[in-house]
Nanobody, 124 residues
């Protein structure tokens, strides 16, 4: 089992950067593919980015390509989401999640473990 705790959210201005962190517990962290999702007010939760268990492969939603970078440190049981050039439309609660599946990495239903989320607010 994996427990996930996100941190790093906050209130920033458009154009600023933030780095979200997700701390994972459990000895099997390095076996899981990890993802970031977000949910804006009044909207459904959506895929943002994913990274394979080894860190060798990544995937991004089109709306964050070139701005966000996902990374992981398996020695520290950490996953990160570096967010640059933030826009007001990036305002959402961001969730870290873990899955054994890479094939359907953009599907929320494939993720077995979720964190509680961290709020990111971008003002214009």
């Amino acid at each position: 089992q994996v427990q996930l705790v996100e941190s790093g959210g906050g209130l920033v201005q458009a154009g600023d950067s933030l780095r979200l962190a997700c701390a994972a517990s459990g000895r099997t962290f390095s076996k899981y593919n990890m993802g970031w999702f977000r949910q804006a007010p009044g909207k459904e939760r959506e895929f943002v980015a994913a990274i394979s268990s080894s860190g060798g492969s990544t995937d991004y939603a089109d709306f964050v390509k070139g701005r966000f970078t996902i990374s992981r440190d398996n020695l520290k049981n950490m996953v990160y989401l570096q967010m640059n050039s933030l826009k007001p439309e990036d305002t959402a609660v961001y969730y870290c999640a873990a899955t054994s599946s890479w094939y359907r990495r953009q599907a929320q239903s494939e993720f077995d473990y979720w964190g509680q989320g961290t709020q990111v607010t971008v003002s214009s």
